[in-house]
């Protein structure tokens, strides 16, 4: 594996950063989404250890209290996190919104369960300590984990 510069700097960064200036979701009533997405580790540093991955899942659960606290009175979207089981680049920050080519909304899930399917112990530990969260469990091609919260936006299930 090729050796990169600077990543003292990426991972201090990664407490400071903040995506959504960057993203074009500053505005919640505004702007329409269709499925939009936020990765927050593109490079797949976290697939290497969980002590790499974690401060991208920190971050990623920081940006979503930011967005679940921003559309607490907006009940026409859809906010959840789906994380992988070893895929860290895949792990991402979810916001849909009813638009006129959206045939996915409402999102809904079924055939997941409320028991885990992970098997890295790690990142099972780390969702299993995430408080007000509701956790749904389901395997693909990978195992995964689909999170939201209650009161924010249309439920899921």
């Known amino acids: 594996m090729k050796k990169h510069r600077g990543l003292k700097r990426y991972y201090k960064n990664l407490v400071t950063q903040n995506d959504f200036l960057k993203a074009d979701l500053a505005n919640l009533n505004s702007t329409e989404f269709n499925n939009q997405h ?28 930011v967005l ?3 559309s607490q009175d907006l009940k026409h979207l859809q906010v959840y996190a789906v994380v992988l089981d070893f895929d860290s680049s895949s792990d991402a920050l979810f916001l849909q919104k009813p638009m006129f080519d959206n045939s996915q909304f409402p999102f809904k899930v079924d055939k997941l ?6 098997t890295n112990d790690l990142l099972n530990y780390y969702i299993s300590n995430l408080k007000g969260y509701q956790k749904l469990y389901g395997k693909a091609d990978e ?15």
């Open 38 to 65: 936020l990765h927050f580790d593109l490079r797949g540093y976290g697939n290497d250890s969980f002590k790499r991955r974690e401060p991208h899942l920190d971050k990623l659960f920081r940006h979503f209290e």
């Open 143 to 157: 195992a995964f984990c689909l999170l939201y919260k209650s009161n924010v936006g249309l439920l899921l299930n």
């Open 68 to 70: 679940a606290d921003r």
């Open 113 to 118: 369960s409320k028991t885990s399917t992970l």
